[in-house]
């Protein structure tokens, strides 16, 4: 299996829909850099929902090494460049990353990625929860960007009618 390594947005929502507890079951090891560390015990401290990641075991926290990649990367946030640096030190490496930009960066990279939303189609298919459709709506409320055709088509790759 690739390593996995998680940006903040993935984690929050996941956490904030009630699924982060499925993603050992998906990946085995979730890896985050320090930056996305950083980013969630920021918001922690600002009173944002966000999971104590230093808490759950599965949950590996790895410092960049080499960084080059970082100066270059200034259209996204710290936790996304270093997200990037690390899925381009390992190599076979599945990126969760639901930044529009960063995943553009991503493909240039020929890093793989999936998001919040593919997450969640994946654990569908694997049977851990019934349907999509109920985090969806849970998304939408938590300010999460989805616009109607993204929502229709995640709906139908669940084998949900939109």
């Known amino acids: 299996m690739p390593e996995v390594i998680s940006d903040t947005s993935p984690l929050q929502y996941l956490y904030q829909t009630g699924l982060l507890h499925l993603l050992p079951a998906m990946y085995d090891m979730v890896t985050v850099p320090a930056a996305v560390v950083s980013e969630i015990e920021k918001g922690i401290e600002l009173g944002i929902a966000l999971p104590r990641v230093r808490e759950f075991p599965w949950i590996?926290?790895?410092?960049?090494?080499?960084g080059r990649l970082l100066p270059s990367m200034t259209d996204m946030g710290e936790g996304e460049r270093e997200v990037l640096a690390l899925a381009v030190e390992s190599p076979d490496t599945l990126?969760?990353?639901?930044?529009?930009?960063?995943?553009?960066?991503?493909?240039?990279?020929?890093?793989?990625?999936?998001?919040t939303l593919g997450v969640m189609v994946k654990v569908k298919k694997r049977g851990l929860i019934a349907e999509v459709r109920t985090f969806v709506d849970r998304l939408e409320s938590l300010h999460f960007r989805l616009d109607s055709s993204a929502r229709a088509h995640i709906l139908r790759l669940a084998g949900e009618s939109p």
Not at 60 to 66: G, T
Not at 95 to 106: E, S
């Open 60 to 66: 590996r926290i790895r410092s960049v090494e080499h």
């Open 95 to 115: 990126v969760l990353l639901d930044d529009d930009w960063a995943r553009r960066v991503a493909d240039l990279l020929r890093v793989k990625y999936t998001g």
